[in-house]
């Protein structure tokens, strides 16, 4: 209870502090503190995964390299969240907090598959995974006037938790646990808005079968490709991505 009660003053007081502070100091901070937590138990790990995708194909200096870059990008997409949490709905008053997504996220015709689908009026299965920022594509698509929700890996004492789905609706998203029964979301599509999955968890609560990554069995989700065949809508692959350097 302690460290979810320092957790949740933190992250509030970050939320705050990034407000105020000039954006490059904050960036610099970020990426200094991700420096810090690479040499910890996360680093360990990550030089593990490394190991296990990579193994003898890239020596251990130009690894050493991906997780540098790994985590100072996560760092940045941190920094993004702070803002995205310091926002406002594309529709209301404060509505102008939100014009800086509209400037950092352009859109590509690839969007035609969105929008096509979108006029039939049966909704969209969006699907992505923690690749880039997950979470400024979908902000992006409010600030064109979608509607939707998003499935979201929820724990109801995790402090961390609570921030994500509060920063989400500070920009106009609501969430849906994910152990949500199947009928609240068919309703989202039943209303012909978005619904988004991110799906490359390990959610044991869903459907799932394992198949191999890596040589290693690995619990994937079947769940949005069920939803998919029972609403008769294709899965859309959505992906939110930097371009140039961190």
């Given at each position: 209870p302690?460290?979810?009660?320092l ?7 970050l ?5 105020v502070?000039?954006q490059?100091?904050?960036g610099?901070?970020?990426k200094g503190a991700?420096?810090l937590?690479r040499?910890?138990?996360l680093?360990?790990r990550?030089?593990d ?15 050493e ?5 790994s985590?100072?990008h996560s ?5 993004e969240?702070?803002?995205l ?7 209301g008053?404060?509505s102008?907090?939100g014009?800086?997504?509209?400037r950092?996220v ?9 929008e096509?689908?979108?006029?039939e009026?049966?909704?969209?299965i969006?699907?992505?995974?923690h690749?880039?920022?997950w ?17 979201g890996?929820?724990r ?9 789905t ?10 849906l ?28 609560r ?17 769940a949005?490709?069920?939803l ?12 939110c991505v930097a371009r140039?350097?961190?």
């Amino acid at each position: 209870p302690l460290r979810r009660t320092l957790r949740s003053h933190s992250l509030g007081a970050l939320t705050h502090l990034s407000g105020v502070m000039p954006q490059p100091l904050l960036g610099l901070g970020l990426k200094g503190a991700a420096a810090l937590v690479r040499q910890g138990a996360l680093g360990a790990r990550a030089r593990d995964n490394l190991k296990i995708a990579f193994g003898q194909e890239l020596s251990h200096k130009k690894r050493e390299a991906i997780l540098r870059a790994s985590f100072s990008h996560s760092a940045r997409v941190f920094q993004e969240w702070l803002h995205l949490a310091r926002g406002a709905p594309p529709v209301g008053p404060h509505s102008h907090k939100g014009l800086w997504i509209e400037r950092t996220v352009a859109i590509d015709d690839s969007i035609e598959h969105l929008e096509r689908v979108m006029s039939e009026g049966r909704g969209a299965i969006l699907v992505s995974a923690h690749l880039g920022n997950w979470e400024l594509g979908p902000a992006r698509l409010l600030r064109l006037g979608l509607q939707g929700q998003a499935v979201g890996l929820e724990r109801k004492r995790d402090s961390s938790s609570k921030w994500i789905t509060g920063m989400r609706r500070s920009y106009g998203l609501e969430s849906l646990a994910q152990d949500s029964h199947p009928r609240r979301l068919l309703e989202v599509l039943q209303r012909g808005e978005i619904l988004g999955l991110v799906c490359d968890l390990e959610v044991r609560r869903l459907a799932g079968i394992h198949v191999p990554f890596f040589d290693r069995p690995a619990l994937t989700m079947s769940a949005p490709a069920a939803l998919a065949r029972a609403h008769k809508t294709p899965l859309i692959p959505m992906r939110c991505v930097a371009r140039g350097r961190n």
